[in-house]
């Protein structure tokens, strides 16, 4: 079995709640599902969780590189020299992230509210970048961003492979048919 979940923010990727944040365990999920990768507790979007061991190991193994995509909002108005240089990888904590798809968006219309909302500043501009990443380092998306100048203020997956979040709402979950990887 194979579960698409959209992650609220604030929910950690962990069945335990820890350090007063929410965990999957309130969520109402089948028995012997775990997740299948990570988001952290401020990022948002598409988990899948699994029951099947294979799977969650061929999608934690790097040199699979299957594709995540996400949306990220950012302080300022991104440049295009900037989404060049990230298409191009960039030097985050003494590592070259590989290439990646990067592309200025306008901002999504269809999104729901966070909660807490971000933080607001009127004579700074925030702007939206679509990533696609083949690897998964920790925060990498975020040191990216920041690495060209550009903090990520707020981070949804909204892709894993070919599955897409889709109308998932935050805190809904769906069984998925759909081949993964």
């Known amino acids: 079995m194979v579960i698409l979940f959209n992650k609220p923010f604030g929910v950690l990727s962990q069945f335990t709640p820890e350090a007063g944040h929410r965990a999957l365990n309130e969520f109402?999920?089948?028995?012997?599902v775990y997740?299948?990768?990570r988001l952290d507790h401020d990022s948002e979007g598409a988990l899948l969780l699994t029951?099947?061991?294979w799977l969650i190991k061929k999608l934690l193994?790097?040199?699979y590189e299957h594709p995540r995509t996400y949306l990220?909002?950012?302080?300022?108005q991104i440049t295009q020299e900037a989404v060049n240089q990230l298409k191009k990888g960039v030097n985050i904590k003494g590592y070259h992230t590989k290439?990646?798809?990067?592309?200025m968006v306008e901002p999504p219309e269809k999104l729901w509210e966070r909660e807490p909302p971000i933080r607001y500043?009127?004579?700074?501009?925030?702007?939206?970048?679509?990533?696609t990443l083949i690897e998964g380092k920790?925060?990498?998306?975020?040191?990216?961003?920041?690495?060209v100048g550009f903090p990520t203020l707020r981070l949804i997956r909204v892709q894993i492979g070919s599955i897409s979040l889709g109308e998932l709402k935050p805190g809904e979950w769906r069984i998925i048919n759909e081949r993964v990887i």
């Open 35 to 37: 997740a299948a990768g």
């Open 121 to 131: 500043r009127a004579n700074i501009p925030t702007s939206w970048v679509r990533l």
């Open 138 to 147: 920790n925060r990498q998306v975020r040191h990216m961003t920041a690495a």
């Open 61 to 63: 193994d790097p040199k």
């Open 99 to 103: 290439p990646c798809q990067a592309q």
């Open 28 to 32: 109402g999920f089948p028995t012997g």
């Open 51 to 53: 029951d099947e061991g």
């Open 72 to 76: 990220a909002q950012v302080d300022g």
